[in-house]
Nanobody, 110 residues
Framework: VQLQAYGGGLVQPGGSLKLSCAAS????????MGWYRQAPGNQRELVAT???????NYAESVKGRFTISRHNVKNAVYLQMNSLKPEDTAVYYC?????WGQGTQVTVSS
């Protein structure tokens, strides 16, 4: 199973980005999917999780600004990021069950 994450980039404070992650290979449906992020010098932080039930969890730092969603048929997970702040700058990693993507860089800077 391989996960491919994309959608990162450079954005100004207050801007938006949408990250996407799709799984390929021989897979079954995943219960939990989500996103972590890691900024230089910081520990990896769990940003958001979504379950097959549709329930979601968010880090306090992103509540009200980020929205996680999934497409069960495509085995894909998305992260809509609004009102971005410089402190959101990090490499974002998607995960599904025990599988991880390679990371995509998000830089928030003017």
């Amino acid at each position: 199973v391989q996960l491919q994450a994309y959608g990162g980039g450079l954005v100004q404070p207050g801007g938006s980005l949408k990250l996407s992650c799709a799984a390929s290979g021989t897979i079954s449906s995943f219960n939990a999917m989500g996103w972590y992020r890691q900024a230089p010098g910081n520990q990896r932080e769990l940003v958001a999780t979504i379950f097959s039930s549709g329930n979601t969890n968010y880090a306090e730092s992103v509540k009200g600004r980020f929205t996680i969603s999934r497409h069960n048929v495509k085995n894909a997970v998305y992260l809509q990021m609004n009102s971005l702040k410089p402190e959101d700058t990090a490499v974002y990693y998607c995960w599904m069950s025990v599988y991880w993507g390679q990371g995509t860089q998000v830089t928030v800077s003017s």
